[in-house]
Every structure is written in structure tokens, then in C-alpha cells.
């Protein structure tokens, strides 16, 4: 087993089957990671097709990546041990942390920020114009879902969660979504990249809302670094292993954002079969920015927005970051901390 990195401090007591100080079990022979084929997970593809999680966890221990389209699925992934990490958007992060009582997981690192909007057809130039159409999002109670429901609300528009209201939000995987609005079977979608960029460079779109437009200074997390908190417990050394490559990745895709672009893009082919065409990755990159920082006034926003739209009770999200282990790499590379 690798040595631990050195000054960890112990995560404070916890309730129930999460509680601290949970002896170490084996070292895995895997380490499962779950990830998206979007642009906006961009550091987690950059470190597993440049190597960099393989390199940071040794020989010993190999690294599984499984795919997702939305958030609540990974979500279930980690509830139910079949994931140790994944790269996850804030409300699903908030809905585990909140359906767990603040013990399932811990963000330990932000990713993305940036890279979600609004893309309508053409006819749609004003909120107004949405009334009586139908729009889509990635999965009821992700990220882009939140965010569409509360700006709907802000407009004075109703969107109530079975698809009723003045505008109907139908929850679809993102390559659906684009073969329905290219259909005319949808007359928007609030989604991710690189599939905002998709629909209006192949499906004919318009940019009605970039969602950078929303936040202070253009900065909310759309991405950050999850892990269950008894992965965290009991093995530290492997959770900064994955930090160590995730800190690589992002200083990567920030110094090199061409040779970065066709890193991704490759892992993209890899996990869907199919590569964007060079202006689709290019534009879509264009609307991001990647920092291990993980914007925790954006992810308090979006959690008192799905409370709004009735996602989600109101919950208090002190202990859901644990950046320790992040800010000691951060550390060690004469880098500022990040804190919460």
C-alpha cells in the first residue's frame, strides 16, 4: 500500500454507518469513478486519457470509469456502493447529501464552472414566447433542471414537476433532446455542453439564456469532485491520489485549451462511440471556465432554488465540502487554498 499523504486530519464524528473514524479496510484492486461525456467534465477526461489518475494511483490500484447522462443517476451509483468517486453537478450533490442526512458524501474539489444555457427555436426571442411549449432538461432534479424551473419562476411562468403549467419541462437523456428539437417535438432545452452548442449549430437553435449571465462575475459551479464519505474515511490515500491528478488536469486544460479540446473529444468518442465536430467542442469551450475552486455561494444559490420550485426541502449544507485533502495539494504546489 502507498504511504497515506502526510498531515491528513480526521474527518470530525458522524452518525450512523458514515461515522468517522472507520477503520481503513483493503486496499481495493479498482477505484470506480463515474463521469459524463460532456465538455463541462473536461478534468476528468483530460486525466483519464492523459493517464493521469493511473499514474497518481499506482499499479496496485486500476480505475473503473463508468458514464452518465445526469446527475441523479450517479447519485444512485454512489448510494448504493457501486461508485467510490464521480464528477457530479451541484443538486444532485445536494439532493445526496440532504436524502442521507449530510452523510453520504463530501465535495472535496470543484471542477467546472460555466457552460449551461438555455437553447430555443428560433421563433422563442422573449420569456413570454415560452408559454404553451415544451422544453426539456437532462433529468428531473438535476442541475440544468434546477435552473430552468427557478428562472421559469423568476419570469412569472409556471412549470409544476408532471409537465403541466404554463411551460411543460420534459426530462430527457441529451441525445434525445437533440433529435427532438431538430423534430420540432420540443421547442427548447436548458442542457450542459457540449449539447447547448449541438443544438444551435445542428439543430438550427438560439441562445434565449446563458446561464453565465444568472451569477455574480459569471461563476457557479456547473462540476465538482464527489466521494462517498466512508470511501473518504477509509481510504485518504486514494482519494488524493485522484486529486493529485484532478489538480494536474485542470492546470492542463487552462495552459493547453487546444491540445486539451482533442483530449476530450477523444474520451468523448470513447464513452459514446462518436467525437463533436471540431467547431462544436470548439465554441461549446469557449462558455467554460475549469477551476479546482468549487464555488460554494453558487451551490448554496441552487440549493435554496430547488427548495423554490419544490425539488427539495430546505436543507443547510454546512460539512457537505471537505477540501482538506485539496487545499494540502494545493499547498505543497505553493498554491492558494480554496475554501468553502
Avoid at 463530501?106 to 415544451?134: E, H, M, N
Avoid at 457557479?220 to 489538480?247: G, S
Avoid at 467547431?279 to 479546482?292: D, N, Y
Wanted: net charge negative; proline share 7%.
Amino acid at each position: 500500500m502507498r504511504p497515506r499523504a502526510s498531515g491528513v486530519l480526521l474527518l470530525l464524528p458522524l452518525a450512523g454507518a458514515f461515522a468517522c473514524g472507520a477503520p481503513a479496510g483493503p486496499e481495493p484492486a479498482a477505484l470506480r469513478l463515474g463521469t459524463f461525456a460532456n465538455v463541462t467534465h473536461a478534468p476528468a477526461l483530460v486525466a483519464i486519457e492523459q493517464g493521469f489518475f493511473a499514474e497518481e494511483l499506482g499499479a496496485e490500484v486500476s480505475l473503473e470509469v463508468r458514464a452518465f447522462n445526469a446527475g441523479p443517476e450517479a447519485v444512485e451509483a454512489l448510494f448504493s456502493e457501486a461508485l467510490d468517486l464521480a464528477y457530479l453537478g451541484p443538486n444532485p450533490a445536494i439532493n445526496a447529501f440532504a436524502q442521507s442526512g449530510g452523510e453520504a458524501i463530501r465535495i472535496v474539489a470543484g471542477a467546472t464552472s460555466g457552460g449551461a444555457a438555455l437553447v430555443v427555436q428560433p421563433s422563442i426571442t422573449k420569456p413570454a414566447d415560452l408559454v404553451g411549449q415544451k422544453l426539456a432538461t437532462p433529468q428531473l432534479g438535476n442541475t440544468q433542471d434546477v435552473a430552468l424551473r427557478a428562472w421559469l419562476a423568476q419570469q412569472g411562468l409556471a412549470a409544476n414537476l408532471e409537465g403541466g403549467g404554463d411551460v411543460a419541462v420534459r426530462p430527457q437523456a441529451n441525445a434525445q433532446t437533440l433529435e427532438t428539437f431538430r423534430a420540432g417535438a420540443i421547442d427548447g432545452a436548458w442542457v450542459p455542453e457540449p449539447w447547448a452548442t449541438r443544438l444551435v449549430l445542428e439543430g438550427g437553435g438560439a441562445v434565449l439564456v446563458d446561464e453565465r449571465s444568472l451569477w455574480p462575475d459569471g461563476r457557479f459551479v456547473t462540476t465538482h469532485v464527489v466521494v462517498r464519505t466512508r470511501f473518504l474515511e477509509e481510504h485518504p490515500d486514494l482519494v488524493a491520489a485522484v486529486l493529485r491528478a484532478h489538480v494536474r488536469a485542470v492546470a492542463f486544460v487552462n495552459a493547453e485549451p487546444a491540445e486539451a479540446r482533442e483530449i476530450v473529444n477523444r474520451g468523448i468518442a470513447k464513452l459514446t462511440g462518436k467525437g463533436l465536430p471540431a467547431a462544436v467542442i470548439e465554441r461549446a469551450w469557449g462558455s467554460l471556465a475549469f477551476t479546482v475552486d468549487p464555488i460554494a455561494s453558487s451551490l448554496r444559490k441552487s440549493a435554496a432554488d430547488a427548495a423554490a420550485v419544490g425539488l427539495l426541502a430546505p436543507v443547510e449544507l454546512d460539512g457537505i465540502h471537505d477540501l482538506r485533502l485539496l487545499n494540502e495539494i494545493l499547498a505543497v504546489a505553493g498554491a492558494p487554498p480554496v475554501g468553502p
